[in-house]
């Protein structure tokens, strides 16, 4: 397993997160053609950032992942899971996971919620998430999930 570490995002980190959003929104080729037609979903919003919302995963301190939760009442919506391409099946996006769970526990949340599309279903499955239905979005069907943290181990 390759060796990270996981803390909140910097103003200074937007450069490389923006890079990794994009990088890793790019790395689907099923995703690709609609994401192009449409430059403005590849733009990241740094408010998160200034919220102290978002939490990176670095490796000799280059950012290779990110998170963003947002409270919403008693859940979390994770608004963001993406991780550079030469990083991906490494743990990275499990790990942040777990980061966000422990956050979440305490910030007195009772649960993580996600709307995930078809590419990310095996793995939001497979940390724990629950299939609750689906929803339209603007590239397509996208999958409602949630994780219970009140009973989740990490």
């Known amino acids: 397993m390759a060796e990270f570490e996981i803390r909140v995002a910097l103003l200074g980190d937007v450069s490389r997160i923006a890079d990794v959003f994009r990088q890793s929104s790019l790395s689907n080729e099923g995703d690709r053609p609609a994401l192009l037609a449409n430059p403005d979903a590849l733009v990241f919003d740094d408010e998160p950032i200034r919220q102290q919302r978002t939490l990176v995963a670095l490796s000799d301190e280059l950012i290779i992942g990110f998170a963003t939760t947002r409270p919403v009442g008693d859940i979390d919506e994770l608004d963001d899971l ?29 649960r993580i919620e996600v709307t995930a599309n078809g590419h990310a279903l095996a793995f939001y499955t497979a940390t724990g998430f629950d299939m609750d239905g689906t929803t339209d979005t603007d590239f397509g069907p996208g999958y409602r999930m949630h994780l219970d943290v009140a009973v989740r181990l990490t």
Request: charged letters at 30%.
């Open 82 to 110: 993406f991780v550079d391409p030469d990083w991906m099946r490494r743990g990275v996006a499990r790990s942040l996971i777990a980061h966000a769970i422990t956050d979440t526990r305490a910030r007195g949340a009772q």
